[in-house]
């Protein structure tokens, strides 16, 4: 981790800290106050009508709203499980495993009317900001072609362009390939050609439209945040709950009437008397 990632780390730490001892005031507090409102009989009439509410309610309802939480819960958990795999498989080549990267610009997202090359060779595989690719194991050297797409690395920054030129080895660079690429709705090729040590992965027209904006969120640390709380209401909701109905089920059998006892022979003297 870089000295600036460390630092974001514990600034967000710190404010998580923060913000869970203060929703714990604030959960504690509130479960205070609604546990004596219940208590002293100031829940009943809401308490009833939840009673008679259960009643009508079919448990085919109840099981389908269970479900529903429980699914979100799982997309959520497989969505951020997502975010950390790409992060953490960033700086990977796609060598045996495909690798998977966010496309974070909208250098590839139409064509240039500039760019003939992609109306002559009806090139229509464009890929749109927030697209998420799938990178494969590179071919050989020799076998990448004009027009392929592959994601290289300048400067610690990922690029996926297309390759526009090939400069065979000459005098100038003897033993490699030089490649010119260029995004399809930018009108000029990239700065400096790129050689085939600097590319990580060739994309071959798999992708997921649009979901990279929602895991580059969770990449972040506002994401991770969110996440964190996330996990720290998933936690405390449950505990709160039974606080609850444990006070509410007491108070719910001060509603039932005792059974009348019968009246003894001796209370009935005593009466008498």
């Known amino acids: ?31 205070k106050m609604e546990m004596e409102l219940i208590r002293f009989g100031h829940r009943d009439e809401a308490i009833k009508k ?89 071919p050989a050297e020799d076998e990448l072609e004009l027009y392929d797409v592959v994601v290289y690395k300048q400067d610690d920054i990922y690029v996926i362009h297309r390759i526009v030129g090939i400069e065979e080895p ?38 997921i439209p649009f979901v990279g904006s929602f895991v580059l969120f969770l990449q972040s640390p506002a994401g991770w945040l969110c996440v964190l709380l996330v996990i720290f209401a998933m936690i405390a909701t449950p505990i709160v709950e039974k606080k609850i109905k444990e006070e509410t089920d007491k108070r719910v059998l001060s509603f039932v009437e005792p059974p009348h006892k019968e009246t003894t022979e001796e209370e009935l003297e005593w009466v008498e008397v």
Request: charged residues 20%; aromatic residues 12%.
């Open 170 to 207: 000459n005098e100038q660079h003897p033993n490699e390939r030089h490649f010119l690429l260029q995004g399809d709705a930018v009108e000029r090729p990239d700065k400096f050609p790129v050689l085939y040590s600097q590319m990580q992965g060739i994309y071959e027209g798999s992708r």
């Open 1 to 31: 981790m870089t000295s600036f990632e460390i630092y974001v780390f514990l600034l967000c730490f710190i404010v998580f800290s923060l913000l869970t001892a203060m929703f714990t005031y604030l959960l504690t507090s509130i479960t």
């Open 50 to 138: 939840q009673l008679n509410k259960k009643k009508k309610e079919s448990r085919v309802l109840l099981w389908i709203g269970r479900i529903t939480s429980l699914l979100l819960c799982l997309i959520f958990v497989a969505t951020f499980s997502f975010a950390v795999y790409i992060r953490a498989t960033e700086e990977r080549p796609a060598n045996g495993i495909p690798s998977i990267k966010v496309v974070k610009s909208e250098s590839m997202a139409e064509k240039n009317a500039a760019n003939k090359y992609l109306f002559d060779n009806s090139i229509d595989d464009q890929l749109q900001m927030f697209d998420i690719v799938i990178c494969r194991h590179l």
